[in-house]
Every structure is written in C-alpha cells, then in structure tokens.
C-alpha cells in the first residue's frame, strides 16, 4: 500500500466521516484493510497514494489542495524522521507516528490548520 505522510495519522483518527460518500467508503475500506492485516507492507509517497484514489481534491495525478497536503506531510516527515520511499510494516508506521505526534505538543503544531483537526482531536487513537 501507498500512503502519503499525513495519512498515518488520518488513518488512525478517522471515525466515518469524510469529503463525500465515495470518499468515506473508501477510507473505511482502506482502514479496515490496515486493521485486518496490521503487517500489511507501506510505503510512503511524495504524492497521491491510495487514500487519494477517491478524494474529491484529485485533480488527474495531483491534489487541488497541493500545498496543504505537502505541508502536513513535511511535518509528519520531519516529527517522525521519515522519507517518501520509506517502506515499512503498517504498524511499525503508525506507530512511530502516534509517538512523536499524537502523544505531543507536535499534533497541534502539525494538525492544528486542518480541517478535521477538532474532530481528530476528541478521537481515540485506535
């Protein structure tokens, strides 16, 4: 599976909420595939990955909130010391991600502009 950075963490607060049906029923199905299968091989992207496949902001092979997506993904980057081509089991990934996000002042700092920020942030981490 393809993920791009920030999706670590999306992946692990989302509740079934989305953009759009299409969107939210594809996001349950890609997070109850990692959950099924948490040995499941990921590999981080610079770019659309498989939980853009049914976003209504894919625009071809690019994002038309670009700029937004590239900035949380830098961040979660940075924070968790990774890099696009990354390649790692997908509880290895969110795990990493959970700890030096999640569980400090950096998920303010990293999420806080985002729009689902309020509802992640009532979330339990799963």
Not at 52 to 59: E, G, Q, R, S
Not at 102 to 117: K, L, N, P, R, S
Request: glycine share 6%; charged share 20%.
């Amino acid at each position: 599976m393809k993920l791009r950075p920030h999706h670590l963490l999306c992946i692990q607060k989302f509740t079934g909420k989305g953009y759009d049906a299409a969107f939210t029923a594809h996001m349950t199905a890609v997070c109850a595939a990692l959950h099924d299968r948490p040995d499941t091989s990921v590999t981080l992207t610079a770019g659309c990955d498989d939980v853009c496949a049914a976003c209504p902001h894919k625009a071809g092979a690019e994002c038309d909130t670009a700029e937004k997506v590239q900035a949380l993904d830098r961040a979660v980057s940075e924070h968790c010391a990774l890099q696009a081509g990354m390649t790692a089991d997908w509880t290895s990934l969110k795990n990493i991600a959970s700890a030096k996000i999640f569980h400090t002042d950096a998920f303010a700092a990293v999420c806080g502009g985002c729009q689902w920020y309020g509802l992640c942030r009532e979330t339990e981490e799963s």
